[in-house]
C-alpha cells in the first residue's frame, strides 16, 4: 500500500522558515517523480513544486520560486520542501504527492501538514 506522511509543519511569523518531511513507503520512491501541492481554507488545491526521481531536477510554481527549495533522499525515502521567507499567503494544508513533477496529478497523497503563517 502506497503511504506517505508529511510532517513539519506549524505557527511561524512572516519571514521565518519551516522545513517539511514526506516519508513515503509502499512503492519505489527512488524511481518516482514527487511533488508539494497546497490548499488554503476555500481555495482550490494548487501545486507547489516538483522533483524529477532522481532529484537533479526540480520545479517550481511562480509564486514560490526563490523562497522554497525542494529535495530528496532516496536512501530514506524521504521528499523535503524547505520554505523560507514565508508569507501569510503561505498559509496552507501542504501535502506530498506521487508524480506532481509539474502539476497535480491525483497521485498518492497524505493527511498533509498544516503551515500558519501568521504575526
Known amino acids: 500500500e502506497e503511504q506517505l506522511v508529511e510532517s513539519g509543519g506549524g505557527l511561524v511569523q512572516p519571514g521565518g522558515s519551516l522545513r517539511l518531511s514526506c516519508a513515503a513507503s509502499g512503492f519505489g520512491f527512488s524511481n518516482s517523480r514527487m511533488g508539494w501541492v497546497r490548499q488554503a481554507p476555500g481555495k482550490e488545491l494548487e501545486w507547489v513544486s516538483g522533483?524529477?526521481?532522481?532529484?537533479?531536477?526540480?520545479w517550481y510554481a511562480d509564486f514560490v520560486r526563490g523562497r522554497f527549495r525542494i529535495s530528496r533522499d532516496n536512501v530514506n525515502n524521504i521528499l523535503y520542501l524547505q520554505l523560507n521567507s514565508l508569507k501569510t499567503e503561505d498559509t496552507a494544508m501542504y501535502y506530498c504527492?506521487?508524480?506532481?513533477?509539474?502539476?497535480?496529478?491525483?497521485?498518492?497523497r497524505g493527511q498533509g501538514t498544516q503551515v500558519t503563517v501568521s504575526s
Open positions: 522533483i524529477n526521481a532522481g532529484g537533479d531536477s526540480t
Open positions: 504527492e506521487k508524480g506532481a513533477m509539474s502539476k497535480t496529478t491525483g497521485g498518492a
